[in-house]
């Protein structure tokens, strides 16, 4: 994976500050989830990602591997995002708690508070530009009390960020008539993308051309 920047940091040091916050993940025990799981799952990608997904916990798959969604969900996602011109290299996939709750319970609220510094710090060091909530729990950290099926694929600026509030993957499988809503959803990260790459686009033409450098003269 391309770790290296364009924000004129050092190439690699967003990688080594998630690299950090994963050992820190994969050694928590600030709630018991540690106790049923066989590993963390920090989360993974591009840590200079434009757009970050965030789930809800890891799954069967996810614990066995330690890498988030590479299950049935997964592959849905991965399709999802392939369909918006990215890959899964391009983004950063993180979830609201990084060890599996038992037998794929919720997650406590408890649970969700423990762990919430770590995805503050990743959120923190890739500076996304767009959040893609999937399910209830990532949509409450940013949209507490309201409801999914209200406000999903609607695009909201919050802060600097905007932010995307999708149903989760796994509720098309379960569910097989959410499937084309939450691909009609996804492309509005498209539209929002766009959008940004337009403004981008128009600031840059705005800003005076540099003076041309006089030759110099032997
Ligand atoms: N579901 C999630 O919310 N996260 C994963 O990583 C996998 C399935």
């Keep these: 994976m391309d770790a290296s920047g364009p924000d004129g940091g050092q190439p690699n040091e967003r990688a080594a500050a998630l690299r950090e916050i994963a050992a820190a993940v994969n050694a928590c025990t600030d709630c018991d989830l540690y106790k049923g799981a066989t590993r963390a799952v920090p989360g993974e990608g591009n840590p200079y990602a ?23 969900a997964g592959q849905f996602l991965d399709q999802l995002i392939r369909s918006i011109g990215l890959e899964r290299k391009d983004v950063f996939i993180a979830n609201v708690v990084k060890h599996r709750p038992p037998n794929n319970r919720d997650p406590l609220p408890s649970e969700i508070a423990a762990c919430k510094k770590w995805l503050d710090r990743q959120i923190d060091i890739i500076r996304p530009r767009v959040i893609v909530t999937l399910g209830r729990y990532s949509m409450n950290r940013y949209f507490p009390g309201q409801s999914i099926s209200r406000i999903h694929g609607q695009p909201r600026r919050v802060g600097d960020v ?16 959410l499937r084309r809503t939450i691909e009609t959803d996804f492309q509005q990260v498209r539209v929002v993308l766009d959008r940004l790459a337009k403004e981008q686009q128009a600031q840059q033409a705005a800003m005076p051309e540099p003076e041309p450098q006089q030759m110099r003269l032997l």
């Design 162 to 177: 905007w932010v995307v509030p999708m149903y989760h993957p796994a509720a098309a499988l379960h569910q097989a008539s």
């Design 50 to 72: 434009e757009v970050m997904f965030i789930g809800e916990g890891p799954g069967f798959h996810e614990d066995r591997l330690g890498r988030p969604f590479v299950g049935p």
